[in-house]
């Protein structure tokens, strides 16, 4: 088992070994090392050419450590545990646990050698004690990185970094922390690479953001349309005497847009490093679903009973609705907005507890409301899906009365049902928050390296 000591203990203890005997030398120094000249007599002496003894040494600890049985006489107390000394805090530990781990510092015998003390047979370690803990903890049981509570983000991170924790290690601790990874995929052509970071990068040059500004107002400007458009001072026709009108200032306003967006579409489409990935990314379907509305509507217009067919204004003005999906374009330039699906996303699964919950209760309120409520002569509620309806509003403590219980029963049922809204409503406020300040934090840059 891993001993953690306390930093008021011995500076000079050793760890016990079953090979304590022989650890010592002749003169009682606390060398590691015995060569086999050394143990013919008491008066033998070892090297003084610190290179041959170290190069020694590590073979010492790759055949101990490794598990190898052939017989040898060089020992070492670290084959079997070895202490740590981090900036005066005393670790023991097994190195069988660190072995586990032969790419990380510790659990390389080559790596950590450089930090190993000879007069003292420990290895010091000048670095972030809180931090160690965590690094212990994970030598000794596995499993996943946790950071403590009083570390900062990026204290710890560049704690993991110079232990050389396992790459995917560290990448689960940052997924489950809320950091957001942006991995930037080029095209392999440098013209297409030129022009991918000019339409999805607006970081990379000053091109690449005033064309990111360009894609924000025409955005915003096809959102303010699609509302103005609905007034009725302001609302005009797509036709004219049976003949499209294509002169109107919004058709013309939303055609300037689309071609902007169709122009988007394109460019990104055919610059992209892979059309598979491409059409996966929700924003790309975003873009492609905002303009085929129009194209849809151009079409009907052009067809020669476009203006004559009785059903061209219904299916109109549900392709226009179906614009409004370019409000989800914002989301790609907005670091809000980008936060808030993220928080959404990783709070799944306590939304999903706050539906089942909610529908347990619904169920449950409306059929004792039902049964309350039923034969008084003015009761509202008629059945238990009639129901449904007023415990949804009940629990969600929106209160529009247009159904409400008459009886005295009823009105206790409504009570309990409102307090059970109130405490069911609470179930998913403290996951969302959480998840909301860790991708807040991490997408602002106050907790990133």
Not at 203 to 213: D, F, L, N, Q, R
Not at 276 to 295: H, L, M, Q, R
Not at 310 to 326: I, M, T, W
Request: aromatic share 12%; charged share 20%; with cysteine.
């Amino acid at each position: 088992m891993a001993v953690p000591f306390i930093s008021n203990q011995s500076r000079y203890r050793r760890p016990m070994s079953r090979n304590r005997n022989q650890d010592q030398d002749a003169d009682g120094d606390l060398w590691l090392f015995q060569s086999p000249e050394s143990t013919k007599g008491a008066g033998s002496s070892r090297s003084s050419d610190d290179k041959e003894l170290d190069a020694e040494l590590i073979v010492c600890l790759e055949t101990c450590c490794n598990g190898n049985t052939s017989p040898h006489t060089c020992c070492l107390s670290t084959c079997d545990r070895f202490t740590i000394n981090v900036s005066g805090q005393y670790y023991e530990l097994w190195a069988t646990l660190v072995n586990r781990h032969p790419t990380t510092l510790l659990g390389n015998p080559r790596k950590r050698l450089k930090y190993f003390d000879k007069r003292r047979n420990e290895f010091f370690f000048d670095r972030h004690r809180p931090t160690f803990e965590s690094i212990f903890n994970y030598y000794m049981y596995g499993g996943k990185i946790r950071r403590p509570e009083p570390v900062p983000d990026d204290i710890f991170l560049r704690e993991l970094d110079f232990y050389e924790i396992e790459k995917e290690v560290v990448d689960l601790y940052k997924d489950e922390e809320g950091y957001i990874q942006e991995k930037m995929e080029l095209p392999d052509s440098k013209w297409k690479r030129k022009i991918w970071m000019l339409m999805e990068y607006p970081e990379t040059s000053p091109y690449a953001y005033v064309v990111a500004i360009v894609s924000v107002v025409i955005t915003l400007l096809s959102i303010v349309l699609f509302c103005v458009e609905t007034l009725p001072s302001l609302s005009g026709s797509d036709c004219i005497d049976g003949r499209p009108n294509f002169m109107e200032p919004f058709f013309i306003m939303e055609t300037v847009c689309t071609i902007w967006f169709t122009l988007e579409v394109v460019i990104r489409l055919f610059s992209c490093p892979s059309k598979i990935k491409y059409f996966k990314d929700f924003k790309n379907i975003v873009d492609i679903t905002a303009i085929v509305p129009y194209y849809i509507s151009l079409s009907n217009l052009l067809a020669p009973a476009g203006c004559d067919s009785a059903s061209s204004g219904a299916s109109l003005a549900f392709l226009r609705v179906v614009r409004l999906v370019r409000i989800f374009k914002l989301t790609k330039h907005s670091a809000g907005l980008q936060v808030l699906i993220l928080t959404f996303k990783a709070s799944i699964q306590g939304l999903m507890l706050f539906l089942v919950a909610m529908v347990v209760c619904v169920l449950l309120f409306s059929s004792a409301i039902y049964y309350a409520e039923h034969g008084i002569p003015d009761a509202q509620i008629k059945s238990i899906p009639d129901g449904f309806w007023w415990a949804v509003i009940t629990m969600c403590t929106v209160g529009y009365g247009d159904k409400v219980p008459v009886g005295p029963l009823g009105k206790l049922i409504g009570s309990v049902c409102a307090l059970a809204g109130v405490l069911t409503l609470a179930i998913p406020v403290p996951i969302i928050t959480e998840n909301f300040n860790k991708f807040y934090a991490h997408k602002t840059g106050r907790s990133r390296m």
